[in-house]
């Protein structure tokens, strides 16, 4: 069981970048998937979340309207475009795969990581 997350990288104040978190071993299609954030010094952060039935959307207040976070089941991985960035979003992005019904599953990627800087 596997989670890899790519696509980190630096970038300008206002500029965009797409994430990807590509997983093996299992199917995520029943997972809820789900981006994490963690800046030095800082607590993670829950970024945003897609549910496995229906494919709802949350995301956390200081990234609506600028991040989006899909799915591909076909391909087994979920993205997250990132808009408008910011210095403050600067951070490792972890991907976390969770199954909650019939059985309990939990799964975290290792990163990659964002520096929004000039």
């Known amino acids: 069981v596997q989670l890899v997350e790519s696509g980190g990288g630096l970038v300008q104040p206002g500029g965009s970048l797409r994430l990807s978190c590509g997983a093996s071993?299992?199917?995520?299609?029943?997972?809820?998937m789900s981006w994490y954030r963690q800046a030095p010094g800082k607590e993670r952060e829950l970024v945003a979340v897609?549910?496995?039935?229906?494919?709802?959307?949350n995301y956390a207040d200081s990234v609506k309207g600028r991040f989006t976070i899909s799915r591909d089941n076909t391909k087994n991985t979920v993205y997250l475009q990132m808009n408008s960035l910011k210095t403050d979003d600067t951070a490792m992005y972890c991907c976390?795969?969770?199954?909650?019904?019939?059985?309990?599953?939990?799964?975290w990627g290792e990163g990659t990581l964002v520096t929004v800087s000039s």
């Open positions: 976390n795969a969770k199954r909650t019904v019939a059985v309990f599953r939990d799964y």
């Open positions: 071993g299992f199917s995520i299609s029943r997972y809820d």
């Open positions: 897609i549910r496995s039935a229906g494919g709802s959307t």
